[in-house]
């Protein structure tokens, strides 16, 4: 298994990991019941913070696929 297919593999539990920690929790960090906004809410921070990682990975993707050209 390559270095990227292992990152995405981590990347990928830690995110189903987290989406779960969020839905499932019944309080959020400051006491509040979690009512189903907050919990899209949450999932939706989490979801552009994976896709930020995502973008800066695929980036350096194409930059390491066009130097070895």
Partial sequence: MS???TTNFILA???VGFAL???L???DGTGIS???YVKLTSLAVLAIFF???FSIEFIFYLIL????K
């Fill in 3 to 5: 270095g990227w297919q």
């Fill in 13 to 15: 539990i830690l995110f």
């Fill in 21 to 23: 920690f969020l839905w």
């Fill in 25 to 27: 929790r019944p309080y």
């Fill in 34 to 36: 979690n009512t189903m």
């Fill in 51 to 53: 896709a930020v990682i």
């Fill in 65 to 68: 696929k066009n130097n070895r």
